[in-house]
């Protein structure tokens, strides 16, 4: 059974910055893409950035040019650098897997709140 923990979530200030991490249960080599979603009250959830096993990168309109996704298998962590934060990136942020065989596991999310 694979577990997706995140960790990195807070409280901080507009134009601050976050670093969010997701731990896996064993090696990442075996999910082709893992990826950040995230969730605001009252809105789906929707697509914040993904990264495949190759390292190639996808990134919602809303965070291109201040969200970075990265990977360290020897870790088995994803990462996503949050910078110039917005009150509108409030939300819980939730980490995704998706195996080879098209199984995909989420874990149980990370709460983030820009605010002054």
């Known amino acids: 059974q694979v577990q997706l923990v995140e960790s990195g979530g807070g409280l901080v200030q507009p134009g601050g910055s976050l670093r969010l991490s997701c731990v896996a249960s064993?090696?990442?080599?075996?999910?082709?893409?893992m990826g950040w979603y995230r969730q605001a009250p009252g809105k789906e959830r929707e697509l914040v950035a993904t990264?495949?096993?190759?390292?190639?990168?996808n990134y919602g309109d809303s965070v291109k040019g201040r969200f970075t996704i990265s990977r360290d298998n020897a870790k088995n962590t994803v990462y996503l650098q949050m910078n110039s934060l917005k009150p509108e990136d409030t939300g819980v942020y939730y980490c995704?897997?998706?195996?080879?065989?098209?199984?995909?596991?989420w874990g149980q999310g990370t709460q983030v709140t820009v605010s002054s």
């Open positions: 990264i495949t096993n190759g390292g190639n990168t």
């Open positions: 995704k897997a998706v195996a080879w065989n098209g199984i995909a596991t």
């Open positions: 064993g090696s990442i080599s075996r999910f082709y893409v």
